[in-house]
């Protein structure tokens, strides 16, 4: 079956390094998603990463995932206050069309 | 190049009503796909449009009724509105399946009352 989980909440001070986990079910994803979402607004896309990767960076994102496992991880380094918003993992299920599994979301509050 | 665009942004409808959301693709996407996000939760998979055709569908009942046309564009239709029908309507559109060019709009706010 589909089904992605996060933890619902994160709060760190500005500087921190965040670190937001994610598990998933489906082992035939092939690729595997971050975003973010700020309030009242639409999905953005902040990075993804390949299923045969097992890290990527992008300036101060870096995804790690753990295939074994199923555990997709989402380190933003230097955290600021503008990085407050929530964070949502999906998976890329392709049983014949591209459709995204999300998970329920977690909420990364960045104090100062 | 345009992104994603959405209509309305906020709408109010009363339960048992019907409702039209609308969607403009992002320029050179032929794959329109609609997602439901209720409050607190992540979007979930309504279904996707592909060159006009329904090309896969999620766990919603057949009062979820879509379109896309020759443009691309697409609505998404719900009859017989209920109230937990209240969420943000997401549209994403894409081309070729990559993972950058899957695009989100801004989302329609429906709240049945």
């Known amino acids: 079956g589909e089904d992605v989980e996060q933890s619902l909440f994160l709060s760190v001070r500005e500087g921190d390094s965040s670190v937001i986990n994610c598990t998933y079910t489906?082992?035939?994803?092939?690729?595997l998603y971050w975003y973010k979402q700020e309030p009242g607004a639409g999905l953005q896309l902040l990075t993804y990463?390949?299923?045969?990767?097992d890290m990527k960076q992008d300036q101060r994102l870096t995804v790690l995932l753990n295939k074994k496992d199923k555990h997709l991880s989402l380190r933003i380094a230097d955290t600021q206050t503008g990085d407050s918003a929530i964070y949502f993992c999906?998976?890329?299920?392709?049983?014949?069309?591209?459709?995204?599994?999300f998970g329920t979301g977690t909420r990364l509050l960045v104090s100062p | 190049e345009t992104g994603v665009t959405q209509s309305p942004t906020h709408l109010i409808k009363t339960r048992g009503q019907q409702v039209t959301l609308r969607c403009s693709s992002q320029?050179?996407?032929?794959?329109v796909s609609w997602y439901q996000q209720a409050l607190g939760q992540g979007p979930q998979f309504i279904f996707q449009?592909?060159?006009?055709?329904?090309?896969g569908r999620g766990n919603f009942p057949p009062r979820f009724s879509g379109l896309q046309f020759p443009n691309y564009s697409s609505e998404l239709n719900v009859n017989a509105l209920e109230l937990d029908d209240s969420a943000l309507y997401l549209c994403?559109?894409?081309?070729?399946?990559?993972?950058?060019?899957?695009?989100f709009g801004s989302g329609t706010r429906l709240t049945v009352v």
């Open positions: 994403a559109s894409s081309s070729g399946g990559t993972p950058e060019g899957y695009t």
């Open positions: 489906d082992s035939s994803s092939t690729y």
């Open positions: 990463i390949f299923s045969n990767m």
């Open positions: 999906a998976e890329d299920t392709r049983a014949g069309f591209q459709k995204l599994v």
């Open positions: 320029s050179g996407h032929n794959t």
């Open positions: 449009y592909y060159r006009e055709e329904e090309n």
